[in-house]
């Protein structure tokens, strides 16, 4: 059940309401994800990555060319930038309500709170919770459905360093558990790093790759290991 | 939505739903302050009554019935049993109108709020809803389906949807985008979408719209009964009137206003002040 995605010739297009001006994001713009791997995208903000998680998740169409997620529409777990946490009920029912629509049993909703630290907050309201907290929550309703396809938005870059490292464990060991085609988007290039089979660096407008570098690490892997340190210049380096 | 003002005879207010709520005071509590709250309107009914009494006393006209006339009338249908009768009769076709008004008026509301299409292809008719007079509706129901009881359910029904959809739509657009995209996400069904997503970001403009719409419907089910209908408020209000009792048609409208009066305060205040709440515990 491995999902492969891959955009085909992309043109993507935005017309500024207000000012009419037009701004193309991607022009013939091509990428594959391989089944179950975990590719990373960094970039300066407006290049486009967002609206690139947005084409696969369906929620933008392309101008031109195709995105694919091999015919069928897959199980999404999804991060957005902003949590879009649903502000009138509970902080456990916001993740139940994606696993009961994922017909995911309700018994995995707690480990899953607890896994991002949430237990004593599971019946708040989301407005009682801090940026970080409710960025966690969105994790733990991504996390809860069992996706094939995981989109993580800048999922972590809202968070306090030590939830941060303790999430991309997290992450890391889902992939351990169960891999799945996955693209994270991120500023923080050891981050990147640290997770992805793959990186890829977007610049430019259009939008293209200008760099990308395989990280042939095994999992689990480090944060501390000195290779992941290496990509990590090459990847600034390519950014700047 | 564009509209700000309605083009009927009838007064609406459009888009009270986004008014600042008022300042927290701190609240009154305690029995004295409960037994001083109302003082102000039971001032007002007073010397309104005053006023009346002198009036029917000075002018000593059949027209103008005095208080004490009034009140064996309101004693006498509510001691015969008239009274509690046709005021459940009455509510009873109010409440299904309602009830009917508020599941259309849900559903074409969220599709007006969410689809410019669909806002388009309906808004003339909701207009055309708001303009037309309560009485217009009144005598084409009565015309079309006589004494049966889908007239004044229908007739309750299109004086208070248009009013309702026109709110519901105005919420539903300013419900945030952002989360309509992650229910697609996560492939939330309608009903969960309904419950937990549009309906509670809707509250304070259903509640505005409610209001309106219940308003809309006090005055045209009066007026269906009186055209159309064998029982009912309306229908005694026309009796009394053809038999030229003006203090029976005082005591009908009394008791009537006095109902309408426990139905707003009583029942729609207390589910909107505990809805508001519920919000603001949500949203702190
Ligand atoms: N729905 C939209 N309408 C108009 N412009 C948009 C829209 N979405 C994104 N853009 C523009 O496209 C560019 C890329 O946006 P985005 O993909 O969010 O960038 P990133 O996530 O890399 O910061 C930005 O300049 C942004 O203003
Ligand atoms: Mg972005």
Known sequence: ?240 | MTVTHPVGAEEVVLGGGRSPAPPDRPPATGTAARLTRPLPALLLVGLLAAGWQLMAHTSDSALIPGLGDIARNLADITTSGALGENVRVTLTRVTLGFAAAFVVSVAAGIAMGRSEWLRRFLEPAVLIGLATPGLVKALLCVIWFGVSLVNPVLTVALAAAPALTINIAQGVRAVDPALGEMAHVYRLDALTRLRYLWLPAIVPDLFTGARLGIAMAWKVIVLVEIFGLADGVGYQLNLEFSQHNVAGVLAWTVAFALVMAAIEYGLLQTLERRAVRWRRVALR
């Open chain 1, 1 to 240: 059940m491995s999902t492969r995605i891959s955009l085909d010739g992309v043109d993507k297009t935005f017309t500024n309401r207000r000012t009419g001006e037009r701004q193309q994001i991607f022009r013939d713009f091509s990428l594959t994800l391989a089944p179950d791997e975990l590719v990373a995208v960094v970039g300066g903000s407006g290049t486009g990555k967002t609206t690139l998680m947005h084409l696969i998740a369906g929620l933008e169409r392309p101008d031109r060319g195709t995105v694919s997620t091999g015919g069928t529409r897959p199980r999404l777990g999804m991060v957005f930038q902003q949590p879009r946490l649903l502000d009138w009920t509970s902080v456990e029912t916001n993740v139940r309500l994606a696993a009961t629509a994922a017909g995911i049993d309700t018994t995995e909703v707690a480990p899953i709170l607890d896994a991002v630290g949430l237990t004593e907050y599971a019946r708040s309201y989301p407005s009682v919770l801090s940026g970080g907290q409710r960025q966690r929550v969105a994790v733990a309703r991504a996390f809860v459905v069992r996706p094939e396809v995981l989109l993580l938005d800048e999922p972590f870059s809202a968070l306090d360093e030590l939830t941060a490292r303790r999430l991309r464990l997290l992450l890391q060991q889902l992939w351990l558990r169960t891999p799945r085609t996955g693209l994270l988007v991120t500023h923080n290039a050891l981050e990147a790093a640290f997770l992805a089979d793959r990186v890829v660096v977007l610049g430019g407008r259009p939008a293209e790759v200008v760099g990308e570098y395989r990280i042939d690490r095994p999992r689990p892997r480090s944060p501390e290991d000195p290779e992941l340190f290496d990509v990590h210049r090459r990847i600034v380096a390519a950014l700047t």
